[in-house]
């Protein structure tokens, strides 16, 4: 083989598919992040995405709708919840597929939306939840991808999967480092996309995040191919909220995108869809003692 090429044979080939198949390489689009498709150009497998922000910003709230926008689009995801109970998470993600207050609740149609989203939207959960072993995650992580075909899993949050642990400081990046390194390993083998949110280093409040702000080591900043930060503007006289991508490995666009939030529907984004009842009602039934 040899050390030294001219743009021919092989490689020409492969540069002029390359060039050819730039709409395909974009990857799906986002309906809801619509501004996302003109940033990342859309939703890749085999890549890693991060998602940072401050403390009590929305980063569940948002990565709720933000999974929820590719699976309604036929995307198979896997939900890793390691901080918020799964019941919390599921509440999210029927109230934004709703598109509608469920305050206050009826619950004949709280039962009938649940129906809905279970029936129609590619979501499954890890049952995980607090501190776990790096194996564990990813024993989890395969079984999806070879039983549903999984092709987005969320780890929420990485600090959390990691736990408190009572070694120092530069145990601890060294442990996340290597937790990352294997998150982005799977992502490449496995042809799924690994997106972490995860905690920033603690800032001067009213300070806007940067890649700097990042917990932990290098390896986090170096290893995603996205980096997406949820951001608040308190310069004016209502604070501004806004997501904004500050990495990109695709093609280097940066850029923001304005969020507003509406409580009553717990989303970003709202899409209202008619909601579809059987001729038989149907019931959940309740299971007890569970989290």
Request: glycine residues 8%.
């Amino acid at each position: 083989m040899s050390r030294v090429l001219r743009l021919d044979g092989d490689l020409l080939r492969a540069t002029v598919n390359e060039l050819s198949r730039v709409t395909e390489l974009r990857g799906i689009p986002f309906s809801r992040f619509t501004e996302l498709n003109r940033i990342i150009k859309g939703f890749r497998t085999q890549e890693m995405t991060v998602l940072s922000g401050n403390t009590g910003v929305g980063k569940t709230t948002f990565m709720c709708e933000y999974s929820l926008d590719l699976a309604e689009q036929g995307v198979p995801t896997l939900w890793g919840s390691f901080e918020m109970p799964l019941r919390k998470v599921c509440k999210t993600l029927v109230q934004q597929f709703a598109g509608e207050p469920l305050d206050p609740p009826i619950p004949s149609r709280i039962s009938e939306w649940a129906r809905m989203f279970s029936e129609n939207i590619p979501i499954y959960f890890m049952n995980l939840h607090g501190a776990q072993s790096l194996t564990e995650v990813l024993k989890t992580m395969e079984v999806g991808v070879k039983d549903s075909g999984v092709e987005h899993i969320v780890i929420d949050n990485l600090q959390f999967l990691l736990g408190a642990g009572d070694g120092a400081f530069v145990e601890r990046f060294q442990r996340q480092d290597h937790y990352i390194q294997e998150l982005r390993a799977f992502a490449t083998e496995k042809g799924t996309h690994v997106t972490i949110v995860a905690h920033p280093r603690k800032e001067e409040t009213g300070r806007l995040l940067s890649i700097n702000s990042l917990y932990g080591g290098g390896k986090i900043s170096q290893e995603a191919d996205n980096i997406m930060f949820l951001q608040v503007d308190s310069s004016t006289s209502i604070p501004k909220k806004y997501l904004q991508v500050v990495k990109n490995r695709y093609d280097g666009t940066l850029g923001c995108m304005d969020l507003n939030f509406r409580k009553d529907r717990l989303s970003f984004r709202p899409r209202p869809r008619e909601l579809v009842i059987p001729t038989k009602a149907t019931t959940f039934p309740r299971i007890v003692g569970y989290d």
